[in-house]
């Protein structure tokens, strides 16, 4: 059975400082990967996905994040944190074929001036 | 192209009531999934449709149903209300909901559902 896990329920940064956000999967077969971003009273909005063609996977508002098989993990990164990233982040995985999303519990990212 | 509209945005209802809650794909769009989102609980799959089929359930109970119209539209019902039910139900569109590297799920807004 596939399953997610984030790990820190809560993480706060500094502005500018490098944002890190960890991902574990676990799937019998190569999965797909998301990470989608929800902003307070917003539905989820698609960050990044991995399909398999490439490990290092760019996305919006400088996000980016590297799928590692060794590692199941998929840990989503930014540089430099702005402010406005301050919201809570879910990473999610599917299977080809499947119809079913199975997302993780979520990280409330928060961002310090 | 519009994106996934859910309405309504906001929702109050008494406990033994029942609701109904309606989710419009992105055009093109066939494969419509809901997800209920609790504090405690998080993201949990509820159902998914394509083609006016429910092709997957999620572990909720038979309270919970859902409809797909032919033009993919989605309704999704709760009834006999309980207070554990007040939490925000997103619904989610894709092509064809099948994983695949072409495939996406967009999610609309939500409806925030609160059970007094």
């Known amino acids: 059975a596939q399953s997610v896990t984030q790990l820190g329920s809560h993480v706060s940064v500094s502005e500018g400082a490098l944002v890190l956000l960890r991902c574990n999967y676990s799937s019998s077969v190569p999965p797909y990967l998301f990470w989608y971003v929800q902003y307070p009273n917003q539905g989820l909005q698609l960050l990044l996905k991995?399909?398999?063609?490439?490990?290092l996977v760019k996305g919006i508002n400088g996000f980016e994040a590297e799928f590692k098989k060794s590692e199941t993990s998929f840990h989503l990164t930014k540089p430099s944190a702005h402010m406005s990233d301050a919201a809570e982040y879910f990473c999610a995985v599917s299977r080809s074929g499947t119809y079913k999303y199975i997302f993780g519990t979520g990280t409330r990212l928060k961002v310090l001036a | 192209k519009a994106g996934v509209t859910q309405t309504p945005r906001y929702l109050i209802k008494t406990r033994g009531q029942q609701v109904t809650l309606s989710c419009s794909p992105i055009?093109?769009?066939?494969?419509v999934s809901w997800y209920q989102q609790t504090p405690g609980q998080g993201l949990q799959f509820l159902f998914e449709?394509?083609?006016?089929?429910?092709?997957n359930k999620g572990n909720f109970p038979g309270r919970f149903s859902g409809r797909q119209f032919s033009n993919s539209r989605s309704e999704m019902n709760v009834s006999t209300l309980e207070l554990g039910d007040s939490a925000l139900y997103l619904c989610a569109s894709s092509l064809t909901g099948t994983s695949g590297p072409q495939e996406t799920q967009y999610f609309g807004p939500g409806t925030r559902l609160l059970v007094l």
């Open positions: 055009s093109g769009h066939r494969s």
């Open positions: 449709y394509f083609s006016e089929t429910q092709r």
């Open positions: 991995y399909t398999s063609a490439a490990t």
